[in-house]
C-alpha cells in the first residue's frame, strides 16, 4: 500500500530564507506524486506533480521538488520565501500508481514566514 | 474557466440530522472525488465516481454516508443520523485523464460542524 510521511508538523522560516519540506513516500508501485498547498478555510491547489518524466519538478510560485528514488523522497524547496508563502502544504502519492486513484496524502506541514 | 465549486460552503448541524453537500466539477472532466479532511490531518479519501459510475468507495464510508452522481456530472453526499464525529472538511476534487497523468483539482470545501 502505499504512504507519504511529511517530516515535521510546523516549519517556520524567515524570509527570502531557503524554505525546505520534507516528503517521503512509500509505493509498491512506480509512485505519481504531488504537492498541494491550502490557505485557512480554503481547498487545495496543486503546487507541482511528479509523473516520471524529469527528477526535478518545477512548479507555481517558485517552487519545485526533487524526485529521489533512492531515498524515497520528494521533498519541496523554495529559494527564498515569501511571506505570502504561509500556508499548509500536503505531499500525496496517487494510491495505484500511475495516473488514476484517489490521492493518499500526508499529515501536512504549516510553513509559517517570519518578516 | 470555473473550477470544482461546492455548496454550502459551511454547515452546522444538530447531532442526529442528516446533512447534504453537493459538488460541481469542473465541467469536462469525467472523474470526481470526495474526500474528508479532519483537524490537522491530510484529506482522506471517501469515494471516486467516473461518469456516474461509483467505482470505489473507502472503509470510512459508512453506511450512514452515501454519494451519487445521476448524470455524470454534479454529485451529492448525504450524511444520515449525523454524530459529532462527522465534524470536517469535506473536499470534492475532479480531474480528466491525460497524457501527463490526472491532475485532481480540488474545490473551496464545505466545513461540517455537528452540535
Known amino acids: 500500500a502505499q504512504s507519504v510521511t511529511q517530516l515535521g508538523s510546523h516549519v517556520s522560516v524567515s524570509e527570502g530564507a531557503l524554505v525546505l519540506l520534507r516528503c517521503n513516500y512509500s509505493?509498491?508501485?512506480?509512485?505519481?506524486l504531488f504537492w498541494y498547498v491550502q490557505y485557512p478555510n480554503q481547498g487545495l491547489q496543486l503546487l507541482l506533480k511528479y509523473t516520471s518524466a524529469a527528477t526535478l519538478v518545477k512548479g507555481i510560485n517558485g517552487f519545485e521538488a526533487e524526485f529521489k528514488k533512492s531515498e524515497t523522497s520528494f521533498h519541496l524547496t523554495k529559494p527564498s520565501a515569501h511571506m505570502s508563502d504561509a500556508a499548509e502544504y500536503f505531499c500525496a502519492v496517487s494510491d495505484y500508481g500511475g495516473s488514476q486513484g484517489n490521492l493518499i496524502f500526508g499529515k501536512g506541514t504549516k510553513l509559517s514566514v517570519k518578516p | 474557466d470555473t473550477g470544482v465549486s461546492q455548496d454550502p460552503r459551511h454547515k452546522i448541524t444538530k447531532r442526529g440530522q442528516n446533512v447534504t453537500f453537493r459538488c460541481d466539477p469542473i465541467s469536462e472532466h469525467n472523474r470526481l472525488y470526495w474526500y474528508r479532511q479532519t483537524l490537522g490531518q491530510g484529506p482522506e479519501f471517501l469515494t471516486y465516481?467516473?461518469?456516474?459510475?461509483?467505482?470505489?468507495k473507502s472503509r470510512l464510508l459508512s453506511d450512514r454516508f452515501s454519494a451519487e452522481r445521476p448524470k455524470g456530472s454534479f454529485s451529492t453526499l448525504e450524511i444520515q443520523r449525523t454524530e459529532q464525529g462527522d465534524s470536517a472538511m469535506y473536499l470534492c476534487?475532479?480531474?480528466?485523464?491525460?497524457?501527463?497523468?490526472?491532475?485532481?483539482?480540488f474545490g473551496p470545501g464545505t466545513r461540517l460542524t455537528v452540535l
Open positions: 465516481f467516473q461518469n456516474e459510475a461509483q467505482l470505489e
Open positions: 476534487a475532479s480531474s480528466s485523464p491525460g497524457a501527463k497523468g490526472d491532475t485532481q483539482y
Open positions: 509505493s509498491s508501485v512506480p509512485p505519481y
